[in-house]
């Protein structure tokens, strides 16, 4: 604890906001909003520890993220263990294993690490899938996964709306769409949850660093199996058109659709998921909210707007590093220092949301330093998410108007935003 003075010239005591006081903290990671605004108000880009500064400010992160000398590599590069040129233990690991360096190296094509020309380039390949045309032919396919979900929830007095609701609709969605079995999803949501869990911390070690190295050792091998069988049995999925553009001599290697799937896999699921959780939660403690939407169905995409800026699926937005002196407010950040967008505290900038902790579906100035990212790295699946989202919260209104909290539910300690459960009851089942 230290003070801090304030801009209108006061002081106050002050703990210092740190990613890891975010991850491990249970009072911060439940409700990490008030550090966030006070460190906004010291300063809309603080440093948090050396070379570490954290973006809070809407304005100052709007200017950032349109900044070329900001490099998503130069930080990734040292997040998912692939520079082993300057670590001894490392080289020597990568050496006796070889086929956890072929892991890592593939998993380094991943174009939400890549700067340009590498980033458009693999985007371009893929991204067609993803655009708002092509996500609408999907809509008659989400409207009956969500039906069939509810339908297993809807006679239950009590459930797990996580587990049984939030999670379900997007995990069966992006099988279908990527072409992998949905029945192996026990075995790489463990994977995907050891390598999120590492990601966003500079040189992991530990056990912590042997969980996320097998987690994309078995992507890898998963993957290799599942292309070489596609190869012989083509169909309409996302792996089959990005063997056929392989094969057509847009340069795309297998190591780069094996990263492309497993990027895919990883996000194309718990950021939708996390966003139905987070706001259902919302309308849980908002019941005037909950009862309008029950009674106005056709307000929920722009309560789903709100919802992503109140409580998103992400607080942090990927790191970058500075590539040479950048002055940003007044503020020089040194060449090398990494910088990371605090999503969650840049949607609440009263500056630019009056009364930013108020959930007002009614807001008409949602500029949002989206949850979804602002810049090349714009999430491919938003259009998705939104979707999924969307006819599940219409559908919820429908068919479960009546839901209320069992118990508080606690946040995951992990960099993105989601709930570890949320126990819910129909207030009209007997």
Known sequence: ?????????????????????????????????????????????????????VVTGHAAAMALSREKRLSRWESARTELFADDSEDAELRSLFARDPELKAAIDAVNHMLILRDEPDHTRLRNLVRHAFLPAAIEEWRARVEAVAADVLDKVEGKREFDFLKEVAFPLPEIVICEMTGVPHSDLARWSVWSKACVGASRTPKPRGAQLRRAQEGYRSFYVYFKDLIAHRRGTRGNDLISLLLRAEEEGDKLSEDEIIATMTMLIQAGHETTANLIGNGMLILLDNREIYARLVKNPGEVPQAVDEFLRVDGPTIFGPPRVAMEDITCEGITIPKGHRIIFIRAAINRDPTVFPDPDTVDIDRTNLHLFNAFGSDIHTCLGRHLALLESRIMFREIVRRLPNLELVERPRYTPMHSRGLQSLKVRRRDAN
């Open 1 to 53: 604890m230290r003070v801090e003075t304030q801009p209108n010239g006061s002081t106050a005591e002050f703990a210092p906001l740190t990613i890891q006081r975010i991850l491990a903290d249970d009072t911060a990671r439940d409700d990490p909003h008030g550090v966030f605004a006070q460190t906004r108000d010291i300063s809309p880009i603080y440093q948090t520890e050396p070379g570490i500064w």
